[in-house]
């Protein structure tokens, strides 16, 4: 599994360790480790179109995940964005299951008791593979009739 280097967050009253494990979290789920621009260009396209709300730029994902040097943290919606990504409603949930428990519990509200979004819908099927799927098929002759 790959780990980012240590030059990551600070806005959002996060430690390396948490950034770190989530840029794990987003590795795992994308189902590949991001290790150059390239990746960054293809998580972002897959973040797009899992859910287009909440964008985050490509010199963001570098940053992220350690490719360059930054000394400045993560907005709240870019971390919110990277937990959904990886199964969880928020970036509070995700540091509440994986992350440090005890900061977790004083920041959780009435979000806790909810269960975390899925990435397998109940049908069985994974939806980040439905998402690769159109991407890869984009055709737009398809759609016409």
Request: aromatic residues 10%; glycine residues 6%.
């Amino acid at each position: 599994m790959y780990f980012p280097v240590d030059n990551m967050a600070k806005q959002v009253n996060t430690r390396d360790s948490d950034i770190r494990r989530l840029a794990a979290s987003v590795s795992e789920a994308a189902g590949f480790d991001v290790t150059s621009g390239r990746d960054c260009e293809a998580l972002k396209r897959e973040l797009d179109l899992f859910d287009p709300r909440f964008g985050v730029s490509v010199s963001t994902l570098k940053r992220f995940f350690g490719l360059v040097q930054s000394g400045g943290g993560y907005s709240r919606s870019t971390l919110n964005a990277f937990a959904r990504y990886c199964g969880h409603r928020s970036f509070t949930d995700w540091k509440a299951q994986w992350g440090r428990r005890e900061e977790a519990k004083s920041e959780v509200t009435h979000s806790a008791s909810r269960q975390p979004a899925q990435a397998i819908h109940q049908s069985g099927v994974d939806r980040r593979e439905v998402l690769r799927w159109i991407e890869a098929n984009k055709n737009p002759k398809t759609f016409q009739s």
